[in-house]
């Protein structure tokens, strides 16, 4: 691969991935767990991310080049590096197939209620593997373009701005948390911000000439602005006991808007967050493929792709209901999240180990 | 993808016999013998101009003696060949071939064959300059050497198709272009391995990176001034002969939008030109879509204030939407390509007719509803105000398919067949560079000359997919 992605585009990679199902319930998550003006709560989680960005940062700037699975193996064994890698992939497939599968079961509460949801899976489980087998570099490229096609419905919000009260944020900070506050409820709430530690796996396809970190900072930036904007309209819409009893209360702000040639557009701004959600499916299925591609190096063409995705779907005909979906999916968030942090780490002390000064000292 | 035909051998010496028996039951073949001199001239009478045949061959060799003969086949419009296979193909080229015992000459005759420069039917443009390009290659290559008084513009002279023998340009400005993407150009064309090629969008398929997508890979104009610009932009153009189309790469998505008028007008104009096509772009691909997806699956998103004139309209048809769009739809196209394959006076006549006849009698018969034939005219229209003909083509047809989905699943449809179209667009490549420039990869100051046309202070550089080394077009400042 020639092609090496701009810092740019890792940017709205980064934003991608983290923007996905768990955008239509982010304020009712925010209420329930943080309670009265949560976005201060949200800022405080977003700086958390940013720090373990700083940390793949540091295994960036150490690793000189060299990939992950490179540190890895070269302290590590590959008889005990190979279930590993097996056992990523799957979890990645997991954690992609329960995020699109919780994007379907959503969107059949406003449409298709009858179709099969596998049915719909299909649909974007075919998107995804056609996406796969572009290869990362044009799905960089096509990301951009779901980017701009998402990025206006930041616009709404100048509609609710004549319903929009600000004392509906109370004085309060921190209060009337449904359960109290607990190091799982803010964690639940930290699981939105999931996805940007798939950087890790970006090494050796971005552009080093540039600072792609850059792109990295800029695009959880921007999407933690973009979670602000919508906590910012929700916490001055809907008062706290509202949002905290809507199941999906972007839905429900979206159905509000009547435009003079177009009512009810959640119909149409869900269906949009297709792309979101196709791209977490895909860049989790190609963190799996990056995994597998240490065992089987020199794969059929496409083999592993379809098998990827046929594995993803097999997957998602588990959770049947959007109950099952949702602790499904805030499980594998979890772990998802404890991988986030514990990667860096420990690649990190590795390459301390692997970067110590070679030979003794002369006395 | 080479000059000789397979069944003779290069090495053959010349011989009028041999160039006769080449050329046997040729009508337009002709042998004309001076006997004083025992030269022979053969030439296909059709090609060759009468005047300098006269001026050049008949009146100095007619009563030449043997050395007046020789002293008159040193001039240099005579070049001596040594093989048959030479003499042929001169002869093919509008040359004539002229033998005296083993050796033989050649010296060009060709006259112009084909109509004067005139005003383009497919790309006309309000302000700007009217000529076209004809199917004379070389009086094309004239036109673009008028505009560009560079001695840096050069040419590479190439040919296609075995039995064709089509001669192709590849024109460049030194200095400029990017070399490896002339010689990835050269090498494809190169590569070509086929009877026949008789036009520029014929032989573009024929190197197109992605040969199986519905999208034009390279752009073609038939006006010089897109060319010139195009070669001053660093790109690489090539000229086919027979064909009123150049073509120039690396290309991208985006510049099919574009089109000279933007240029001529103020960039103000020139801006809202290019955002009134994106949106006819959007228009053309969703929105008859848009509405079957609607009025199949979700009603609700109809503000009450229309959705009583629109299910009084629908009332009274009794097809599903997505078989009534897809009704009008091929009338539509059926419309248009009548018109395109009639003479323009009659031409007009199916557009009246199918005005009135697709316009009112069937609304009036309840064949459709009045907001459908909105939605088809708006995209129908909207589609023509794509300047290329060929993107426009292939939007028309894409849009078909997501009629199809949004008939079935609505707006899910719809956003799934965008977001293929979508991935697609991503896998294109134009001669290795990306098809998305400059989107993706993003490039800002290409922006200015994309989506909007800036003022001409602004665009200082040139387009970055054209991978040029020299990149500033403009130094002049505001």
């Known amino acids: 691969m020639s092609e090496k992605i701009s810092p740019f585009h890792i940017a709205l990679l980064v934003y991608m991935i983290e923007l996905d199902v768990t955008f239509f319930s982010l304020p009712r998550l925010i209420a329930e767990n943080i309670g009265t003006n949560g976005w201060i709560g949200l800022i405080g989680l977003s700086l958390i991310a940013g720090l373990n960005i700083v940390l793949i940062q540091l295994v960036y700037r150490f690793a000189k080049g060299r990939t992950v699975y490179e540190i890895m193996e070269r302290a590590i064994p590959k008889w005990i590096m190979y279930p590993v890698y097996v056992l990523l992939a799957v979890f990645w497939v997991m954690l992609g197939s329960f995020v699109a599968k919780k994007f379907v079961l959503i969107f059949q509460i406003i449409s298709f209620q009858t179709a099969p949801s596998m049915f719909l899976y299909s649909l974007i489980a075919v998107m995804a593997l056609y996406l796969l087998t572009k290869g990362i570099y044009n799905i960089s490229k096509a990301v951009t373009i779901f980017f701009f096609f998402l990025i206006p419905v930041a616009f709404l919000a100048v509609y609710f701005i004549p319903e929009w009260e600000p004392i509906r944020f109370t004085t309060f900070l921190f209060r009337e948390a449904a359960e109290g506050h607990s190091f799982r409820n803010w964690l639940e709430v930290y699981t939105i911000f999931t996805g940007y530690e798939l950087v890790l796996l970006l090494f050796p396809y971005a552009d080093r000439s540039k600072k792609i970190f850059k792109g990295v900072y800029i695009g959880h930036f921007l999407l933690t602005s973009m979670y602000l904007l919508l906590t910012a309209v929700c916490f001055g819409f809907y008062s706290l006991g509202q949002l905290q009893s809507l199941m999906y209360p972007v839905i429900d702000l979206l159905s509000y808007i009547e435009l003079p040639f177009i009512n009810r557009i959640e119909n149409l701004i869900l269906t949009l967050f297709l792309f979101a959600n196709l791209v977490s499916l895909t860049m989790f299925l190609w963190a799996a493929l990056t995994a597998l591609k240490r065992l089987f190096p020199k794969p059929k063409k496409n083999a592993l792709e379809i098998g990827l995705v046929v594995l993803s779907a097999l997957i998602a005909i588990y959770p049947k209901i959007t109950r099952d979906s949702e602790a499904l999916l805030r499980a594998a968030l979890y772990a998802e999240t404890g991988l986030a942090f514990a990667v860096p780490i420990l690649l990190l002390l590795l390459l301390a180990w692997q970067n110590r000064p070679k030979g003794g000292r002369s006395a | 993808?080479?000059?000789?035909?397979?069944?003779?051998?290069?090495?053959?010496?010349?011989?009028?016999?041999?160039?006769?028996?080449?050329?046997?039951?040729?009508?337009?073949?002709?042998?004309?013998?001076?006997?004083?001199?025992?030269?022979?001239?053969?030439?296909?009478?059709?090609?060759?101009?009468?005047?300098?045949?006269?001026?050049?061959?008949?009146?100095?060799?007619?009563?030449?003696?043997?050395?007046?003969?020789?002293?008159?086949?040193?001039?240099?419009?005579?070049?001596?060949?040594?093989?048959?296979?030479?003499?042929?193909?001169?002869?093919?080229?509008?040359?004539?071939?002229?033998?005296?015992?083993?050796?033989?000459?050649?010296?060009?005759?060709?006259?112009?064959?084909?109509?004067?420069?005139?005003?383009?039917?497919?790309?006309?443009?309000?302000?700007?300059?009217?000529?076209?390009?004809?199917?004379?290659?070389?009086?094309?290559?004239?036109?673009?050497?008028?505009?560009?008084?560079?001695?840096?513009?050069?040419?590479?002279?190439?040919?296609?198709?075995?039995?064709?023998?089509?001669?192709?340009?590849?024109?460049?400005?030194?200095?400029?272009?990017?070399?490896?993407?002339?010689?990835?150009?050269?090498?494809?064309?190169?590569?070509?391995?086929?009877?026949?090629?008789?036009?520029?969008?014929?032989?573009?398929?024929?190197?197109?990176?992605?040969?199986?997508?519905?999208?034009?890979?390279?752009?073609?104009?038939?006006?010089?001034?897109?060319?010139?610009?195009?070669?001053?932009?660093?790109?690489?153009?090539?000229?086919?002969?027979?064909?009123?189309?150049?073509?120039?790469?690396?290309?991208?998505?985006?510049?099919?939008?574009?089109?000279?008028?933007?240029?001529?007008?103020?960039?103000?104009?020139?801006?809202?030109?290019?955002?009134?096509?994106?949106?006819?772009?959007?228009?053309?691909?969703?929105?008859?879509?848009?509405?079957?997806?609607?009025?199949?699956?979700?009603?609700?998103?109809?503000?009450?204030?229309?959705?009583?004139?629109?299910?009084?309209?629908?009332?009274?048809?009794?097809?599903?939407?997505?078989?009534?769009?897809?009704?009008?739809?091929?009338?539509?196209?059926?419309?248009?390509?009548?018109?395109?394959?009639?003479?323009?006076?009659?031409?007009?006549?199916?557009?009246?007719?199918?005005?009135?006849?697709?316009?009112?009698?069937?609304?009036?018969?309840?064949?459709?509803?009045?907001?459908?034939?909105?939605?088809?005219?708006?995209?129908?229209?909207?589609?023509?105000?794509?300047?290329?003909?060929?993107?426009?083509?292939?939007?028309?047809?894409?849009?078909?398919?997501?009629?199809?989905?949004?008939?079935?699943?609505?707006?899910?449809?719809?956003?799934?067949?965008?977001?293929?179209?979508?991935?697609?667009?991503?896998?294109?490549?134009?001669?290795?560079?990306?098809?998305?420039?400059?989107?993706?990869?993003?490039?800002?100051?290409?922006?200015?000359?994309?989506?909007?046309?800036?003022?001409?202070?602004?665009?200082?550089?040139?387009?970055?997919?054209?991978?040029?080394?020299?990149?500033?077009?403009?130094?002049m400042r505001k």
């Open chain 2, 1 to 475: 993808m080479t000059t000789t035909t397979p069944d003779h051998k290069p090495a053959q010496p010349p011989s009028v016999e041999a160039a006769l028996a080449e050329f046997s039951t040729c009508i337009d073949i002709e042998q004309r013998t001076f006997p004083k001199n025992a030269i022979q001239a053969v030439y296909l009478l059709h090609l060759v101009s009468q005047d300098q045949l006269y001026r050049e061959i008949i009146r100095p060799f007619m009563n030449a003696t043997d050395d007046e003969t020789a002293h008159l086949l040193t001039q240099s419009v005579f070049s001596e060949v040594c093989s048959h296979c030479e003499c042929v193909d001169a002869i093919l080229n509008g040359k004539a071939a002229l033998y005296q015992g083993n050796q033989a000459w050649i010296i060009d005759l060709a006259r112009p064959i084909g109509r004067t420069i005139e005003q383009s039917e497919t790309e006309s443009v309000i302000a700007g300059p009217h000529d076209g390009f004809v199917e004379n290659m070389m009086e094309n290559l004239a036109v673009i050497r008028q505009r560009i008084r560079s001695s840096h513009l050069k040419t590479v002279e190439l040919s296609v198709g075995e039995v064709t023998k089509t001669p192709v340009i590849v024109a460049y400005i030194e200095g400029i272009a990017n070399p490896d993407l002339l010689q990835a150009l050269i090498d494809r064309i190169k590569g070509i391995e086929t009877d026949a090629v008789y036009e520029a969008n014929m032989l573009v398929q024929m190197i197109d990176d992605n040969p199986n997508s519905v999208f034009p890979q390279f752009m073609t104009t038939e006006r010089p001034d897109v060319i010139c610009s195009k070669l001053t932009a660093g790109r690489i153009v090539c000229l086919v002969d027979g064909s009123p189309s150049v073509f120039s790469c690396p290309t991208s998505f985006f510049e099919f939008f574009t089109s000279p008028d933007d240029y001529y007008q103020r960039w103000q104009l020139g801006t809202a030109l290019r955002l009134l096509r994106i949106i006819g772009f959007l228009i053309t691909i969703g929105f008859t879509a848009f509405y079957v997806a609607v009025t199949t699956y979700h009603y609700e998103m109809i503000p009450h204030t229309m959705l009583l004139n629109l299910v009084e309209s629908r009332s009274r048809v009794p097809f599903p939407p997505l078989f009534e769009a897809l009704l009008m739809e091929t009338t539509i196209e059926l419309l248009r390509e009548a018109g395109a394959r009639l003479p323009t006076k009659i031409g007009q006549t199916i557009g009246i007719v199918g005005g009135i006849v697709i316009g009112q009698a069937a609304v009036q018969a309840g064949f459709t509803s009045n907001v459908l034939i909105i939605a088809v005219a708006s995209s129908a229209i909207a589609s023509f105000v794509i300047p290329s003909y060929i993107m426009s083509a292939s939007i028309r047809l894409i849009r078909f398919g997501l009629i199809i989905l949004a008939g079935i699943l609505g707006n899910l449809g719809l956003i799934v067949g965008i977001g293929f179209i979508v991935i697609h667009l991503a896998g294109i490549t134009n001669l290795g560079t990306s098809y998305l420039t400059p989107v993706a990869p993003m490039n800002k100051m290409d922006w200015l000359d994309s989506f909007i046309r800036g003022p001409f202070y602004l665009l200082r550089n040139r387009p970055s997919q054209t991978r040029t080394t020299n990149t500033v077009k403009t130094k």
